[in-house]
């Protein structure tokens, strides 16, 4: 008997979505603190445990086999097939600096450079649509992306400093003249250290592969006194024929009885792409 009224109730509410308050109650459903929280499949919706709190969608919508022949459908699978390149740039993106992403981003960093690598494919000016690339696209746009959007380093840090990509040589370079920590950098509570680290990647977008280096400051103290310059260098293949890239980060540390922490495991810390250098 008791299934039988949670079922005429879930029946209810559904009448009640299809009828014209499906939104309102989505919303209320994304937010719902209460005790009880719905998982699972009801009818044609599903209910489920997102970022965003607890949601539901119907399921359902149009056959594969369908949108995989249907000339109807000609512009969505061009969509997809861009948007798969566009995710599969961004992997490749990731995976070249994910030693210091681990360190500095936020939960929507893969949807986020996915977005942004879709604004590059869609500058490929040769190809048709749905064959544009990355490779003939305008990488500059990805120029002062944040990996980590919490805490961009644009807002964490607002001292002057220099950055720059020698093909040629393969040498990449980022120097930062003296300043007052204090009164250049935006700090967290409890943050008595910072560091900045620095990292450059040969990336061939077309093989998947790529060439990484880095390096970084030691953890220097907060104060109000200046810094010395900060100068850093890192070295990869002269000549390369593949996009360059080279990206600035920012760290901060709580130092206890002479042993570093970072602050909420990185939770401020900033990374961004700092250059790039398109290969011809």
């Known amino acids: 008997m008791l299934r039988k009224l949670e079922y005429g109730i879930c029946n209810e509410l559904l009448k009640m979505i299809f009828l014209g308050h499906k939104l309102n109650i989505l919303i209320i459903m994304a937010r719902q603190k209460g005790i009880i929280k719905l ?11 997102s970022k965003d709190g607890y949601l539901a969608r ?10 995989k022949n249907d000339p109807a459908f000609q512009r969505t699978r061009e969509n997809g097939a861009e948007f798969g390149r566009a995710g599969k740039a961004g992997k490749i993106l990731r995976n070249a600096f994910r030693l210091l992403l681990q360190n500095a981003s936020d939960a929507r960093v893969t949807s986020r450079l996915t977005k942004e690598m879709m604004r590059v494919i869609k500058t490929d000016a040769v190809s048709a649509r749905g064959e544009r690339l990355i490779t003939n696209g305008n990488l500059g746009h990805l120029t002062g992306f944040d990996f980590n959007v919490d805490s961009k380093l644009g807002t964490s840090f607002y001292a002057a400093f220099a950055q720059a990509i020698d093909r040629v040589a393969g040498a990449y370079n980022v120097s930062i003249p003296a300043f007052v920590p204090t009164a250049s950098i935006v700090f967290p509570d409890g943050a008595t250290h910072y ?25 220097l103290e907060l104060g109000g006194d200046e810094s010395l310059p ?28 002479g042993v570093m922490y970072s602050l909420k495991n990185g939770a401020f810390n900033s990374l961004s792409i700092a250059a790039i250098d398109e290969a011809n």
Do not use: P
Request: glycine share 10%.
């Open 39 to 49: 998982k699972g499949t009801i009818g044609d919706v599903s209910f489920y445990k």
């Open 58 to 67: 119907e399921k359902g919508g149009v056959d594969g086999d369908r949108i």
């Open 195 to 219: 560091r900045f680290s620095m990292a450059a990647a040969e990336i061939n977008f077309e093989e998947e592969s790529f060439q990484f280096g880095q390096a970084g400051t030691a953890e």
């Open 230 to 257: 900060v100068d850093l260098n890192v070295n990869l293949t002269a000549d390369s024929t593949d996009d360059l890239f080279l990206i600035l980060g920012l760290e901060f540390f709580q130092e206890v009885n």
